[in-house]
């Protein structure tokens, strides 16, 4: 079975500071990896996702993110944080075969302070 | 392309009642998901369509719960003699096929149910 951890349920940074927010997958099979961003009152918008492509991933608003199998992790960066990156940040997984389901992390909020 | 649209918002009802929510994705998008999303959790997947075929289902869907995706286009989902553990924001996501099996999901802004 697939899961996702996160590691933080809040993190705060300081404006221009690195952001790292943590992943940890748990997967039979090599999976699809994503980052999505939850604004206040808003659904999801995807940030970034790993195909399988490259493991260095470049996503929006400054983001990426590196797939590493030996550690099952997707860690979400971002050099230098600004306010309006404040949000809740899901990392999801998805099989590569056998099932349409993502499975989304619990999340975990960013706070950006000045 | 105005994205992916929810009604009702917000719904407050009393338990026991039948309440149902719709869903418009983007217009070319084949691919529909629903979620449930509660407070402090990430979105957990409810069922996923086709057009209008529903493919899979959450073994966690109990049997009050029923979607449809009649023509392929808009869905519904439905619940029956709601509780209060319904209590939950309801997403909706689209994309399109084609793009292998990672393509992008557009989430609309959710409703949001209120079980008394």
């Known amino acids: 079975a697939q899961s996702v951890t996160q590691l933080g349920s809040h993190v705060s940074v300081s404006e221009g500071a690195l952001v790292l927010l943590r992943c940890n997958y748990s997967?039979?099979?090599?999976?699809?990896l994503f980052w999505y961003v939850q604004y206040p009152n808003q659904g999801l918008q995807l940030l970034l996702k790993?195909?399988?492509?490259?493991?260095l991933v470049k996503g929006i608003n400054g983001f990426e993110a590196e797939f590493k199998k030996s550690e099952t992790s997707f860690h979400l960066t971002k050099p230098s944080a600004h306010m309006s990156d404040a949000a809740e940040y899901f990392c999801?997984?998805?099989?590569?075969?056998?099932?349409?389901?993502?499975?989304f992390g619990t999340g975990t909020r960013l706070k950006v302070l000045a | 392309d105005t994205g992916v649209s929810q009604d009702p918002r917000h719904k407050i009802t009393k338990r026991g009642q039948n309440v149902t929510f719709r869903c418009d994705p983007i217009?070319?998008?084949?691919?529909l998901y629903w979620y449930r999303q509660t407070l402090g959790q990430g979105p957990e997947f409810l069922t996923y369509?086709?057009?209008?075929?529903?493919?899979?289902k959450s073994r966690l869907l109990s049997d009050r719960f029923s979607a449809e995706r009649p023509k392929g286009s808009f869905s519904t989902l439905e619940i029956q003699r709601t509780e209060q553990g319904d209590s939950a924001m309801y997403l909706c996501?689209?994309?399109?096929?084609?793009?292998?099996?990672?393509?992008?999901?557009?989430f609309g802004p959710g409703t949001r149910l209120l079980v008394l």
């Open positions: 999801a997984v998805k099989s590569t075969s056998g099932t349409y389901k993502y499975i």
């Open positions: 369509f086709q057009n209008e075929a529903q493919l899979e």
């Open positions: 997967s039979s099979v090599p999976p699809y």
């Open positions: 217009s070319e998008h084949n691919r």
């Open positions: 996501a689209s994309s399109l096929n084609g793009a292998g099996e990672a393509e992008t999901q557009y």
């Open positions: 790993y195909t399988s492509a490259a493991t």
